[in-house]
């Protein structure tokens, strides 16, 4: 028998649904491109002007010249934002405590004199480690102008350094973090949607009994499952293409590759997402259920993905589970196309993955679904 | 060949045996009644019957079909009609019933002229461009026989299709199913209103997930179990019913008494006449008007038999 028997019926059924609910349908359409926003314009991941006091006890009332020249070179790195000098180790360590400041940099009351004796003179750069992108800026910085420091002294004439590495950043210049972080949003976002929507859209069919009345009839399993997807699929691309538009022109994050491809890879991903949400619906039996398992299978791709920790530095075991994560391709896509320009040979297999895992979803959840009728 | 047949059909949720060692058989074109207390196992034994609950034991053939085999190829013969109103609440009767059509493979004209004839036979014309959700109740059982009907199965299960209806769409409705019965459409229906028991060619009653009467009305009217060889039943007009009622519960050779509108049915030992009855709530001030033997109806049926089931269970259960 025709294993789509039905599926045109079902189709025709879930966009009438959707036109319906086209609040709904609006509301999760907005929500994302929201909270793209919202996040877009508040995360900056770069470090900044970090606080920071001063306790320099190398001279009477403002420390030493050579205490203000190392001041002034910390100051000009852009790292650190001197907010306040202190005139006790007690009151260093209370600004640190309180949070006022996350760095505290004490120069000892021989700073001057050791470095007149050419002896080395130590600086103590207390860092609050409770932010560990923070502290690695801080302690990196603060070596960095530290060694500079010292070379300066021990060559005096030297113009140039004798080896001069220059960092360059190279697919993401500015290093500005909208960048970086929003291709991989985009992933998180695209999941919610998708998956929860699919979900609720069977479930809310078996609260209601009438999916009981839609199994009597010789509907297939996979052509039911195919029909629900449908919409919810090309709600998916809408959103794909919105949330572009929205990082594009918005937050100015150029794309390097081409966002055709970019599109049409994704939708492998929304396609996985979207068969995700009927197998959680095929154990669930409310929303509520529905929502606790979706959340199940989002928390775990927003922290395995590589969106928030890189992939190379998990665990090896993590590292492992992060390939059974659909969102750890898809952020490897869109990074690959939005930010490396790269293209269709580089990115294939990472679709074929998707689409893949899509296909063994959407079987498992066919033979959940037969075993439920009958 | 046989519409509907079952052996040994049982359901189990758990440890409760929900139905249990069930046997029908059901002939084509017949309106098959399916009668029971709430909880009896009615709802269960159609799930079975259309695939849509797994059975614990046994076996069911639909049209020739085994059940546990081609559940697929026999949901192309049936029709149901849940209990539940179970169509979508936010598409209009049109679109509920074009739904299922498509869902059946109709199309083009072959569907317009079926759904023309759905709304033709089940009145609902009014109310086509109207949400489901919105419709009486009645309208949507209607609504939902319609759509059951639509693909024209030929085995229709209908699960109390005239809960909540009123008088006149049920006569209707029971109309249109003697009129497709006589196309050779055999109907499954569960009912709990014993007019309708009356009018089906062919009743089972279950009770605690077993069937304890199988038969045509007249053959279950004259179950020995119902009216026994030393017993008569007697229908007693009177003036204050519920004074002669339980007068007469307290006399030895009245084996029961129910009250049915303003006179009373009785089943009385051979021992007591109609006449010495009669006799005695004249001398207790009563105005005895009329004493008339009795076939027993359905609904003594119904409850003499559950009455004594009930008794059994308790022998049963009495010893452990
Ligand atoms: N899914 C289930 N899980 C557990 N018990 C169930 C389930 N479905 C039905 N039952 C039990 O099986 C028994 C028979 O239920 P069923 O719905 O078949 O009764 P019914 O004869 O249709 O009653 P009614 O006249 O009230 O519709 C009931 O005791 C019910 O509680
Ligand atoms: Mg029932």
Redo the contacts between chains.
């Keep these: 028998m025709n294993p789509l028997r039905g599926l045109t019926a079902i189709v025709y059924k879930e966009f009438l649904h959707a036109r319906r609910d086209s609040m709904a349908i609006m509301f999760s359409l907005l929500m994302p491109l929201i909270q793209m926003t919202i996040l877009g314009a508040a995360i900056d991941t770069n470090v900044r002007q970090i606080p920071t006091v001063v306790f320099d006890q190398s001279g009477p009332i403002s420390g030493s010249a050579d205490s203000r020249v190392l001041l002034d070179r910390l100051r000009n790195t852009d790292t650190f934002h001197i907010v306040q000098l202190v005139h006790s180790d007690q009151e260093l360590n209370e600004a640190l405590v309180a949070g006022q400041a996350r760095v505290g940099i004490k120069i000892p009351y021989d700073y001057a004199r050791r470095l007149l004796a050419g002896d080395t003179a130590q600086v103590l750069v207390l860092v609050d480690g409770s932010d560990s992108s923070v502290a690695g800026q801080a302690i990196n910085v603060a070596a960095q102008v530290g060694l500079r420091e010292s070379l300066a002294r021990m060559i005096p004439n030297a113009r140039a350094l004798v080896v001069d590495v220059r960092p360059k950043m190279m697919f993401n210049p500015d290093s500005r973090s909208p960048n970086f972080f929003l291709p991989g949003l985009m992933a998180v976002l695209l999941l919610f949607v998708t998956t929860m929507l699919t979900a609720f859209s069977v479930v809310r069919e078996k609260e209601r009994g009438t999916l009981e009345q839609l199994l009597v009839t010789p509907v297939r399993p996979l052509a039911l499952m195919l029909g629900k997807i449908t919409p919810y699929f090309v709600l998916g691309v809408t959103e794909m293409c919105a949330i572009l538009f929205f990082m594009r022109y918005l937050f100015q994050v150029p794309i390097h590759g081409s966002p055709v491809l970019l599109v049409a890879l994704s939708t492998c991903y929304l396609f996985v997402n979207l068969t995700i949400g009927i197998l959680v619906s095929t154990k669930a039996n409310s929303q509520t259920e529905a929502l606790q398992l979706a959340m199940m299978t989002v928390l775990p791709s927003i922290f395995l993905s590589g969106y928030i920790f890189p992939r190379d530095n998990m665990p090896l075991i993590f590292q492992g589970i992060s390939y059974l994560v659909p969102a750890s391709y898809m952020i490897n896509i869109t990074r690959g196309v939005i930010l490396r320009g790269a293209d269709l040979p580089e990115l294939w297999p990472d679709a074929l993955a998707l689409f893949m895992m899509g296909v063994c979803i959407l079987l498992l959840a066919a033979r959940r679904f037969t075993r439920m009728i009958v | 060949m046989t519409a509907i047949r079952t052996t040994d059909l049982t359901r189990r949720f758990g440890t409760f045996t929900a139905v249990d060692g069930v046997n029908l058989t059901v002939e084509p074109g017949e309106i098959f009644g399916f009668l029971g207390p709430n909880g009896s196992g009615k709802t269960t034994v159609i799930k079975m019957l259309?695939?849509?609950l797994?059975m614990s034991e046994g076996n069911a053939w639909v049209d020739g079909i085994d059940?546990?085999q081609h559940?697929?190829l026999v949901?192309?013969r049936?029709?149901?009609m849940?209990q539940?109103?179970?169509?979508?609440?936010?598409?209009t009767v049109l679109?509920n019933l074009?739904?299922?059509g498509?869902?059946?493979?109709l199309h083009g004209p072959t569907l317009h002229t079926r759904i023309e004839s759905m709304i033709e036979s089940s009145h609902i014309g009014p109310y086509v461009t109207r949400f489901a959700g919105r419709l009486s109740g009645g309208w949507k059982q209607r609504l939902a026989l319609a759509c059951a009907m639509l693909h024209d199965p030929l085995i229709l299960y209908l699960d109390e299709p005239t809960a909540g209806i009123d008088p006149v769409a049920r006569r209707q409705l029971w109309d249109l199913l003697f009129q497709l019965s006589g196309r050779g459409i055999t109907f499954f229906v569960t009912t709990h209103y014993m007019d309708e028991a009356e009018r089906c060619s062919h009743l089972a009653y279950i009770y605690h997930g077993k069937v304890i009467a199988d038969g045509t009305p007249t053959a279950l009217r004259a179950l020995p179990d119902v009216t026994p060889p030393d017993t008569h039943r007697y229908e007693i007009t009177v003036d204050e019913t519920t004074q002669a009622l339980a007068l007469l519960r307290t006399w030895p050779g009245v084996r029961s008494a129910t009250i049915f509108g303003r006179s009373i049915h009785t089943l009385l030992e051979q021992s007591l006449s109609a006449e010495a009855l009669s006799t005695r709530l004249q001398e207790a001030g009563m105005v005895v008007e009329e004493v008339r033997s009795l076939l027993p109806s359905l609904e003594d049926v119904f409850v003499e038999l559950t009455l004594r089931r009930q008794r059994e269970l308790e022998a049963l259960g009495a010893p452990k």
């Design positions: 259309c695939g849509l797994p059940v546990r559940p697929d949901r192309t049936i029709g149901y849940s539940k109103f179970a169509l979508y609440d936010d598409l679109e074009r739904f299922y498509k869902v059946y493979g």
